[in-house]
């Protein structure tokens, strides 16, 4: 999570700045990591696999 913050926060200033060097779908991908994440967290929770 903490990666995908970082990510996030460096994303911020480049549109601060009119930069832009990735696509709206791009976007609507990145925007499913963090739940993604979130999923995996949960089951590994309750599984117990290690």
Same mark, same amino acid.
């Given at each position: 999570?903490?990666?995908?913050?970082?990510?996030?926060?460096?994303?911020?200033?480049?549109?601060?700045?009119?930069?832009?060097?990735?696509?709206?779908?791009?976007?609507? @991908? =990145?925007?499913? +990591?963090?739940? &993604?994440? @979130? =999923?995996?967290? +949960?089951?590994? &929770?309750?599984?117990?696999?290690?």
């Amino acid at each position: 999570m903490s990666g995908v913050h970082g990510y996030y926060s460096k994303a911020i200033k480049d549109f601060a700045v009119d930069k832009r060097t990735t696509s709206a779908r791009h976007w609507r @991908m =990145i925007n499913e +990591v963090p739940t &993604v994440l @979130m =999923i995996i967290a +949960v089951i590994m &929770v309750i599984v117990k696999p290690f």
